[in-house]
């Protein structure tokens, strides 16, 4: 596998489930972020890892909770989420001080 | 805050038609400004970045130049082809890039080239 890997790549889940999404890096990388994108909105920057300590909550409603065991992984536990909940979920990585960030293909994330 | 405006479409050009994707951006300090790209059913691909002004990155054909005397970073290219059809997106990162940072979209713009 190389750069940003996502999985799964689509879920669908009940408000009253619970899930996690997974994100994998293998650029080396040290820092990474989660980022969600809605149908008419910009996207918006939802948490930031740097050395696998949380750096930015970016006002993200409890129902999210990130987690970074290490630098390579990145995981995002959902519970008892909205519809409005329902996008799609990008992670990112990049190595501090070089600014570009890298992407994966996305979450599409649907709340029934 | 940081802000970035780019023209949202959906914009739409016949093949080797010249491409101009208008973006500027408000923000404090001296921010990096990329351009990514987004195909259909895929994540986000960084197209080409600039650190400071009057840098000009470029990547496929593809480029755009740091201007900060009218905060833009306009997207160019001089001939299109029906494979650039795409969302692209203006971004900037607040300050050098120094630390870890979000970077601040604009609410991206979508492209048809047609045959």
């Known amino acids: 596998e190389t750069g940003v890997t996502q999985t799964p790549r689509h879920l669908v889940m009940g408000m009253t489930n619970k899930k996690s999404l997974k994100c994998e890096q293998h650029?080396?990388?040290?820092?990474m972020y989660w980022y969600k994108q809605s149908a008419k909105k910009p996207l918006e920057l939802m948490f930031v890892?740097?050395?696998?300590?949380?750096?930015e909550n970016n006002s993200v409603p409890s129902r999210f909770s990130p987690e970074c065991p290490n630098s390579s992984h990145l995981f995002l536990h959902l519970h008892t989420l909205q519809p409005e909940d329902s996008a799609l979920y990008l992670c990112?990585?990049?190595?501090?001080?070089?600014?570009?960030?890298?992407f994966g293909p996305g979450t599409r994330l649907t709340v029934l | 805050g940081n802000s970035v405006t780019q023209m949202e479409g959906p914009v739409t050009l016949s093949e080797e038609a010249f491409l101009t994707i208008n973006c500027t951006y408000t923000a404090t300090g001296y921010p990096s400004l990329f351009w990514y790209v987004q195909y259909p059913g895929e994540g986000l691909q960084l197209l080409l970045k600039?650190?400071?002004?009057?840098d000009k990155g470029s990547n496929k054909g593809f480029e755009a130049t740091y201007r900060k005397e009218t905060t833009s970073f306009h997207l160019e290219k001089g001939s299109v082809q029906v494979s650039d059809s795409a969302v692209y997106f203006c971004a900037l990162i607040r300050g050098s890039g120094g630390g870890a940072d979000g970077l601040t979209f604009g609410k991206g713009t979508h492209l048809i080239i047609q045959p």
């Open positions: 600039a650190t400071k002004a009057d």
């Open positions: 650029l080396g990388h040290n820092a």
């Open positions: 990112a990585s990049s190595q501090e001080g070089a600014g570009s960030q890298y």
């Open positions: 890892y740097s050395l696998e300590e949380r750096v």
